[in-house]
């Protein structure tokens, strides 16, 4: 079976695609995904709500990079129960954006219908990345590559956006500059969020809720209440926490999930 | 002008300096007769020769015929080469069908194919156009082939994550992915196809460079043979301008490229 076959088959409509509020976006009910004889994912449950911000925290080996695999449609789920919206996009860490096509045409990449230019170049203008519309992708910054990651990713006006570390190779103050930008998109364009990173900080700081996982299996989960730009206060306890969690000395001292109400 | 580009400046005409002195020496050499005419005729006498070859339309005629045969040749086995690469390259059965049977053709030297040829298609065209065709083929499809196989996989995993069609990706991805490794193919094919030139246009041949040779070598005219070693050496010149324009023009977005034109 072709590498493009088996993409074809990832996306099970488990149930009907009813635009319920209620209804999340991504449910994960006991999934379990194998490398040979290693067990990566083990009977995971994840719902993801429209609209929510979810962060990964994990180390490396967590399990983490399969899980952001499967709900991206890059890995085998069939014959599971998954349910993954049709309309996804990735931001990678390194920002894959192909050589050969100007940034422009990197955002439009596999775009259909009409007005494809005039839709690439609104997107490149919302992550501000208007005057580079016909650079060549080696001559951008990592900042800027990463922005027209973001755009190539928004275009499709996603309802699940899947960031995987999208950061970590990114100076500090770029990444800061990404995190204000990354939540004024997610605030205009409302898609569900999942953000996988091992930054305890990045995560507190824009997610609203942080799920921890360890050896494949969902170790905690924290809903965050305060409202962003008020979270210094609250972080110092909470980080000790989610540090301590990666730590990971003990899969046994799971912390309970708390329902907070979402901000 | 720095210390540093007026030295360059010097080094560049000092490499001048050796052929010169070479030619000069060969010329002193044939006109005081320490180097017969039938051994190798003066570089003055070849240039008369040359230009005497041009004006009477014998040299131009003859190199039309070589190009042609180059041209129909390359234009054979650059397409097969291709073919067999993307059928081989994209999918596992191909692979399994072609690989083998051109790794085995690999190890035959294409111009010990040559009495095979001529007992094949005779001694007209087709046997020198299928030679240049043959030995075209493989360095295409080995270029081609490895550098399909060798796609960047987080290049395509990105493109799968957008939705894109195998024909999409193969189309965006994977072809200009492999369109530097093709020009590498393709520049070893120019190359051979030059040097079995030589060796298919030795086959009975009644026009072409080949034949211009042959002619000269029954008269002795060493001058005439020159002229037409430095006929060859300018197509295989040409040959390399070629692919440097197409490759500037296809792989513009490499970074070198990008810096010298920033």
Redesign the interface.
Known sequence: M???EI?RDIVVPAEPAVEDVAEPVVRLRGFVRRFGQTEVLRGLDLDIAPGEFVALLGRSGSGKTTLLRTL???DDARAQDVKVP?S???V?Q?A?L????RVWRNVA??LKGPQVRERAQAALVEVGLGHRLEA????LSGGEAQRAALA?ALV?EPSLL?LDEPFAALDALTRHRMHDLVLALWRSHKPAVMMVTHDVDEAIALADRIVVLDSGRILAEERIAAPRGERAGLSAALRERLLSLLGGESAADVVPFTKAARP | MSERTRRNGFAWGARWLSPIAFLLVWEAGSRTGIIPARTLAAPSTVLSTGLEMLWSGELPSNLLVSFWRIALGLGFGVTVGILLALAAGLSRKGEIALDPLMQIKRTIPTLALTPLFIVWFGIGETPKVALIAFACTFPVYLNLYSGIRSVDVRLLDAARSFGLSRAEQVWHVILPAALPSLLVGLRYALTISILVLVVAEQINASAGLGYLVNNARDFMRTDVIVVCLLVYAALGLAADWLVRAIEDRALAWRPNLVEQAA
């Open positions: 072709s590498i493009a993409a991206a449609g890059l049709t996804r996009a990735v990678f390194d894959r192909l050589p050969w096509k990449l596999g060549w992708p080696l001559t190539r499709r899947l």
